[in-house]
Nanobody, 116 residues
């Protein structure tokens, strides 16, 4: 599966962005997720959505970010509201096939920069 992330950009604190990740083929049964990596930091989990639409969020994302998917478009989204400068990072989408434990497929990343 190839993943193509987009939607990053330069915004002000308090603004919003919606990231998109398009898969090269059907991924309706896959768990899809967003991760991010800030400069000088480890990559961290942000949110995931299973094939049954069960979602999970990191504490940093709860209440501000929403993950969703449109299986008709093989696309997963990350709606990010009330952005903060500490949200600045490269955001990656990833997919995990049913019955597996690791995210094996990764997109190329999209940069989000939040200015104060």
């Amino acid at each position: 599966v190839q993943l193509q992330a987009s939607g990053g950009g330069f915004v002000q604190a308090g603004d919003f962005l919606r990231l998109s990740c398009v898969a090269s083929r059907r991924t309706s049964g896959y768990t899809m997720a967003w991760f991010r990596q800030a400069p000088g930091k480890e990559r961290e989990f942000i949110a995931s959505i299973s094939g049954w639409l069960s979602t999970s969020y990191a504490d940093s994302a709860k209440g501000r970010f929403t993950i969703s998917r449109d299986n008709t478009k093989n696309t997963v989204y990350l709606q990010m509201n009330s952005l903060k400068p500490e949200d600045t990072a490269v955001y990656y989408c990833a997919s995990r096939a049913p019955g597996t434990v690791q995210f094996d497929y990764w997109g190329q990343g999209t940069l989000v920069t939040v200015s104060s």
